[in-house]
């Protein structure tokens, strides 16, 4: 009975084990306790012992990787805190509503976030989507929707993203034609949520109170944290390469603490001022629901007791099953993200045997519809995923549940699913 429920098929226990992170969710009403609970179950009936697990977590834990990115996510909520603190936050709200309405300026402000691939990085605009609505009176539901979904309108096609580059690697695509390729994907992710998000959001303006700056301050001059930790990625990357061998997450986090020094010249914060920020409870929360999410992900990465690798027993159950492979190309990218809630494990855990289904040597429309295809359904995948580390961080800053925040965002998922498939079908006739 044992070796039979061990023999269950991957896809199973994935799917069970995400399933029991948002029925622990709703029930509980703790993230951090549904990530754990998830991670036990798919831990154990993989068939690791509780030694195997002890020694999985704590290499995950212990990597420098992942020690820099709590380092990341710890000082992206200390630059947003104090943001908020010195009244920066409010008057870049207040310059930004006052040239747009209020539902675009909910979708700006993410998307803006967007451009930098810092992890975890919806915590970082959460508070900006909500100081566009002072009054409260938009759900906080449609607001972690909002957040969540415009934050990773840019992922398709942004060379600074890791999965991006990833993917570049693999399908050997040139840099510009595969962010040609993509960006109508990027269209197609703002229209739906346009149509099924913002829509529901109102265009009033929201009453927002600056701080006195707001009037005379130029928006460039109110987005500068930002600007200095996106330029202080992009320069120390590539002049310092051997800040990014170390980890990758090194120049990202000295772009953010430069961010939090210069925001203290510039608008100091006092004794008790900082005192209040680090009192937050958010810090702890955000912290050891990111460091479980990527003890999750190990196992979800890494080789079961017998030394096969969870992610290639799955393709081969799936390859196993008959499925076509033009299914085949859309099934696995998308399992592999709902699975990993990340877009470099997606594409890291799928593209080979995607590209591998087209044959070598394909030609260019085929390449080019098969990488189309298989990024697009991946991102939707991952953003579809109970263990992506922005829909937790969001869910958690708005205090809403996992399932009911992932049940909105999936029109707007089906409508790039859609458009993936025909722009898809339409190089294979164009190109």
């Known amino acids: 009975m044992i070796e039979l429920l061990y023999d269950t098929p991957s896809l199973i226990k994935i799917l069970v084990s995400l399933a029991a992170i948002i029925i622990t969710n709703k029930l509980v009403k703790n993230q951090i306790i549904g990530v754990f609970i998830g991670t036990l179950i798919l831990s154990t009936w993989s068939g690791h012992s509780l030694g195997g697990i002890s020694s999985i977590a704590w290499e995950r834990f212990s990597n420098i990787d992942n020690i820099f990115l709590l380092i990341v996510v710890f000082t992206i909520i200390v630059l947003s805190s104090q943001m908020k603190e010195s009244g920066m936050m409010d008057d870049l709200v207040g310059s930004i509503t006052n040239r747009l309405s209020q539902n675009k300026a909910m979708a700006v402000l993410p998307a803006v976030i967007g451009l930098l691939p810092m992890p975890g990085g919806a915590v970082f605009s959460a508070p900006l989507v909500d100081s566009c609505d002072p009054e409260d009176s938009i759900d906080p539901l449609l607001k972690t929707r909002i957040n969540y979904w415009f934050r990773h309108v840019w992922e398709y096609w942004w060379p600074l993203y890791p999965g991006v580059l990833l993917a570049i690697e693999i399908s050997g695509l040139p840099v510009p034609t595969f962010m040609l390729l993509l960006f109508p994907i990027t269209l197609a992710s703002i229209a739906g949520a346009w149509f099924f998000l913002l829509r529901k959001a109102g265009k009033g303006r929201p009453v927002v109170k600056p701080s006195g700056n707001e009037k005379r301050a130029h928006i460039v001059f109110l987005l500068s944290p930002i600007i200095i930790v996106m330029g202080s990625y992009a320069v120390l990357g590539s002049l310092i390469p051997a800040l990014s061998e170390f980890t990758r997450y090194l120049p990202i986090a000295i772009g953010i603490l430069l961010s939090i020094i210069y925001l203290q010249i510039l608008r100091p914060l006092n004794a008790s001022s900082w005192k209040k920020i680090f009192k937050s409870r958010i810090f702890v929360n955000m912290v050891v629901l990111v ?141």
């Open 291 to 431: 460091a479980l999410i990527r003890i999750y992900g190990a196992f979800i990465e890494g080789r079961l007791p017998d030394g096969t690798l969870l992610m290639e027993a799955l393709r081969g159950e799936l390859a196993a099953a008959g499925i076509p492979a033009y299914l085949l190309i859309m099934v696995i990218p998308f399992v592999c993200g709902i699975s990993t809630g990340i877009a470099i494990g997606t594409v890291g855990a799928a593209f080979p045997i995607v590209i591998s289904l087209i044959g070598p040597n394909p030609d260019f429309a085929l390449l080019a519809s098969t990488t189309t295809l298989a990024y697009s359904f991946g991102h939707v995948g991952q953003l579809l995923s109970p263990v992506h580390v922005c829909i937790l961080v969001s869910n958690e800053y708005f205090n809403v549940g996992l399932g009911k925040s992932l049940l909105g965002i999936i029109k707007p998922a089906i409508v790039v699913l859609a458009a993936g498939f025909l722009l898809s079908r339409l190089y294979t006739i164009l190109l």
